[in-house]
């Protein structure tokens, strides 16, 4: 028997400890199951992670935001290549495929790299990843700081071309590299999207790229977004790592970032108040 | 060309390399084995295969395994385990007879336990690969698998949860927050497991003390865990840390284990050292394993099998070790391995089945990542499946969204739609605790208290005063 003097939905009285987690605590319910309202907060959290990983990334938006930075004194006018994996279908099925260059894509940047024997310490790449919306984003306003702050280096650092590949997984910018006979290769691609942070920008080094490293060979800077790392601390970190790995003439698990300060706990600000 | 593994049918004669192509060939289809390039080219090679299963004497498994001998240490394992006393009921069958056998009447929930031990991986595997869904859902119901450690896990018409309160800096004040909220919502008789954000001994040992504390205040009937690995575990259980479980990811290949870094010996010794610190109160199961399909391929230590059949030889693993709990992680490791909601599904009643016939308890992650072609209706429907075929228990974690791993597996909510669908309590002990705190006005209906339970008040009486303060 109910009783109908009760509300339909029961609120849980302890919802004030979300200030200590983004975890969805305290949601409430209406019988046992979710209220309305956090039912269609999840629904819209997984639908803008799905659109990330769906929706093509707009590269003619991009390449004409990519063309207001410079390089130098010149615009930034990118490469935009493809990988082996033809369609969004094929590319999730296959993460092979999506590590190797199209032969047209490898033509374009062999005969780039035979015009200008010049060689460069580093190739920017552009990899759409697992999210669209991360790279469409995240990409120029980082680029904007990182080019900035290349440029105030006490060393000139040379750049080659930069390329933006479709359909791409971080592994696909050894190949690049090394085609464009760079020092380094650096990754921008768009990581999985989680439900709470579809655009989450990636961002790996590796010296010394060539096709078939593996990931121990890369250092990696995860979750650059406003609501994660911000631009400027990421391109921070990213440049010890520029410079470590060109002073130590490796990257990967031997090149340790010391500028990350490991989280192991907060407990001097937090307790467990369950305990306590 | 080898021509035992041969089929005709009609005009035409079907050939299959050897009996791990055949295997393979004949497995439901799904984008890992396609991936590894296994797959049956052409739905009716799948369906020839399935025919050529079925005539297959189950005695083959005995005297042709599918990983060398020499080479494996699983395989060591299943063949030197292997009792061919109990395996005498079905040694005349069939892959084929094998799964009328086990719809007949004769397949009773006693008869299944006395057959465990003269079943391989490879049998359960290649059974499977013959049942439809509903079969898979038939016959795991029947078999029974208990474990105990401070409650009884797997008891008939129970529905067991882990509380998965991960933070993404282990900070513990939030993963307090998220033990509260699943613990009022009737969670975590299963265990209490939190994937560690940072890896190591120290760490580890940090998040064992913070559970145990809330266990031995609220006086929990239940187990907490830390899934770190194994090394580490051992290591903890060295400097004297309250360690109830050891976890460890484990898989059907020795190269897949050597990937995840340990051994079977490793295992032993972790158990032993467990067993040493007595803390279970009603019984002494203390391993808790995870495994999943992909992730021999993914360690590239597959050995040519499809993903399913080295998936139950992991069970081989499992059970070696009388674990307390065991889960797949269905939908975690992507759509490279497991495409879509209709393949995680089958995978997950699959694995759910080859295991519980083997004499595993076991539990499963319903869960899928944002780049599947998955949601949670596909979620719902798995759930309800596995409710009805008896799973032993679920993830439960805040709205269904781990914030530390960025998936999305089964809510506290989830939980209790299913045992009011299905009618499934927790464990015993626990449920008599929910009753007893006051958590929840009505244990049969499975209604939580609408006001907060007394022993709770204190707490969170502290968290007012400092919201109030700012």
């Known amino acids: 028997m109910s009783d109908q003097n009760r509300p339909i939905v029961t609120g849980n009285v302890w919802s004030a400890l979300r200030r200590y987690t983004d975890a969805r605590i305290g949601l409430g319910r209406a019988g046992i199951s979710l209220p309305t309202s956090e039912l269609l907060k999840f629904q819209l959290a997984h639908a803008q992670a799905r659109d990330a990983v769906h929706l093509p990334l707009d590269v003619n938006r991009l390449t004409a935001e990519l063309s207001q930075l410079s390089v130098g004194d010149k615009p930034l006018v990118p490469e935009v290549i493809h990988s082996q994996a033809e369609d969004r279908f094929t590319y999730l099925q296959r993460p092979d495929l999506g590590r190797r260059l199209a032969e047209s894509s490898r033509s374009r940047l062999q005969a780039l790299s035979q015009a200008d024997d010049s060689k460069s310490d580093l190739a920017i790449i552009i990899v759409d990843g697992l999210s669209s919306s991360a790279v469409q984003s995240n990409v120029v306003p980082f680029l904007e700081q990182f080019l900035a702050d290349l440029e105030a280096e006490p060393r000139p650092w040379q750049l080659a071309p930069v390329t933006v590949v479709q359909q791409g997984r971080v592994a696909i910018g050894d190949e690049i590299g090394g085609l464009l006979k760079a020092g380094m290769a650096l990754v921008l691609v768009g990581e999985r999207p989680g439900l709470s942070s579809p655009d989450s920008l990636g961002i790996y080094l590796t010296f010394g790229p060539e096709s078939g490293l593996t990931d121990a060979r890369r250092n990696c800077i995860s979750n650059v977004r406003p609501a994660g790392l911000a631009f400027a601390h990421a391109s921070q970190r990213l440049l010890y790592l520029i410079r470590e790995a060109d002073r130590l003439k490796l990257s990967g698990v031997g090149l340790k970032d010391r500028t990350e300060e490991v989280v192991i706990d907060n407990s001097s600000k937090h307790q467990n108040f369950l305990t306590d | ?124 595997a290649a059974v499977s690969k013959l049942m439809r869904n509903q079969d898979l859902i038939l016959v795991s119901r029947k078999c029974h698998v208990h474990t105990a450690f401070r409650n009884t ?44 954000a940072t890896d190591n001994v120290s760490q580890a040992v940090k998040l064992m003390q913070l559970m145990d504390e809330v266990i031995r205040k609220y006086d929990i009937p239940t187990q907490s865990c830390v899934l770190t690995h194994v090394t580490n575990t051992l290591e903890a259980i060295e400097q004297g840390a309250p360690v109830d479980l050891v976890f460890q990811s484990i898989g059907g290949t020795e190269a897949t284990n050597s990937s ?93 089945f080859c295991a519980k016939l083997l004499g595993v308890p076991m539990g499963c992650d319903i869960c899928y990542t944002n780049h599947a072609e998955a949601d949670q209706n596909d979620m719902d429907n798995l759930l309800t499946l596995l409710g009805v075929a008896g799973c032993t228990f679920i993830m439960g974690i805040p709205g269904s969204d781990d914030i530390m791993l960025n998936y999305q597996t089964t809510s506290f909510h989830d939980a209790l739609y299913a045992r009011r669908v299905l009618g499934l309590k927790p464990a015993p002990e626990f449920e008599a605790w929910l009753e007893r705190m006051n958590i929840f006005e009505d244990v049969q209906t499975h209604s939580p208290n609408e006001a907060l339970p007394h022993a709770f008040r204190g707490s969170l009486k502290g968290i007012a005063q400092e919201v109030r303060d700012e």
Request: aromatic share 8%; proline share 5%; with cysteine.
């Open chain 2, 1 to 124: 060309m080898n021509h035992k593994y041969s089929y005709m049918l009609g005009q035409r004669t079907w050939q299959f390399r050897d009996l791990a192509d055949l295997m393979a060939k004949a497995t439901p289809a799904r984008s890992g084995d396609r991936l590894a390039g296994v797959i049956a080219e052409s739905a009716e090679e799948r369906v020839v295969a399935q025919m050529r299963l079925a005539e297959l004497p189950l005695r083959t498994f005995l005297s042709e395994a599918l990983i060398p001998y020499e080479k494996d240490e699983v395989t060591r394992l299943i063949l030197d385990d292997h009792d061919a006393v109990a395996f005498q009921a079905i040694a005349h069958l069939t892959v084929g007879d094998f799964r009328n056998w086990l719809l007949s009447d004769h397949a009773t929930p006693e008869a299944l336990e006395r057959l465990r031990p003269g079943l391989t991986p490879e049998m359960v």
């Open chain 2, 153 to 196: 896990i797997g008891l008939p018409g129970h529905l067991s949860t882990r509380l998965q309160p991960n933070h993404p800096t282990d900070d513990v004040a939030g993963i307090a927050a998220s033990i509260l909220d699943g613990l009022l919502y009737g969670s975590g008789d299963a265990v209490i497991g939190i994937n560690p």
């Open chain 2, 260 to 352: 995840f870094g340990f051994n079977l010996a490793n295992l032993q010794e972790a158990r032993d050292a467990a067993l040493s610190l007595n803390r279970g109160t009603v019984g002494q199961n203390v391993m808790y394993f995870e495994t999943g399909q992909g992730s021999s391929l993914s360690a590239d230590a597959h050995h040519g099998l499809d993903q399913q059949t080295c998936e139950a030889r992991a069970y081989a693993v499992a059970r070696k070790f009388e674990p307390l709990l065991v889960n797949t992680v269905v939908g975690f490791i992507g759509p490279e391995y497991l495409f879509d909601g209709k393949e995680i599904i089958r995978a997950g009643l699959e694995d759910h």
